[in-house]
Antibody, heavy 118, light 109 residues
């Protein structure tokens, strides 16, 4: 059973950079599949943010693209997200997930709540 | 940009009843890459259906998916108490790469 675990600061100040890491166990992220980030503002729906494949191929939600960077550390079997210039609108639960064979997210982390506030 | 619109926004039913949830895409999407998720309060979403009609591992057979093109349906044949949750549809395509519907809340009547 693939396991994903998000980590990062629970609180970020406006205009600063949000950095999150997803640690993956029981599967090598360099082997296959897209690995991505999805967020969910409190009481709202799901929004795909970014995905990465084989370290070389990155994909971003166009509405956030100018502020996003997704990367992989294969030595640690982790992938990370950086979101710059955050505002209160970036307050959300952030999930990391694997997109399986059908490009549907079959494994998810438990999520990490990020609040943007001074 | 592909937009997924789910209906109804809220569905009120009783245990034992049949639930039919709809998801309509703003343009044709790939059935092979269409999925449904269940989310309960305080939990991450759980994949129910992938490829429009295949049940994910461990999902009871009362859950079924159908559809193609722009119209997709999730059916729960006989509602159990644990099925009351929020359901999301999701597609994979070019713009954006992945997108979700806004969700349907299935509540106990």
């Amino acid at each position: 059973q693939v396991h994903l675990q998000e980590s990062g600061p629970g609180l970020v100040k406006p205009s600063e950079t949000l950095s999150l890491t997803c640690s993956v166990s029981r599967y090598s992220i360099s082997s296959d599949y897209h690995w991505g980030w999805i967020r969910q503002p409190p009481g709202k729906g799901l929004e795909w943010i970014a995905s990465i494949y084989h370290s070389d191929y990155t994909y971003y939600n166009s509405s956030l693209k100018s502020r996003l960077t997704i990367s992989v550390d294969t030595s640690r079997n982790q992938f990370s997200l950086k979101l710059t210039s955050v505002t209160a609108a970036d307050t959300a639960m952030y999930y990391c997930a694997r997109a399986g064979d059908a490009e549907n997210f079959d494994y998810w982390g438990q999520g990490t709540l990020v609040t943007v506030s001074s | 940009e592909i937009v997924l619109t789910q209906s109804p926004g809220t569905l009120s039913l009783s245990p034992g009843e049949r639930a039919t949830l709809s998801c309509r895409a703003s343009q044709t999407v790939s059935s092979r890459h269409f999925g449904w998720y269940q989310q309960k309060p305080g939990q991450a979403p759980r994949l129910l259906i992938y490829g429009a009609s295949s049940r994910a591992a461990g999902i009871p057979d009362r859950f079924s998916g159908s559809g193609s093109g722009t119209d997709f349906t999730l059916t729960i044949s006989r509602l159990e108490p644990e099925d009351f949750a929020v359901y999301y549809c999701q597609q994979y395509g070019n713009s954006p790469m992945y997108s979700f519907g806004q969700g349907t809340k299935l509540e106990i009547k």
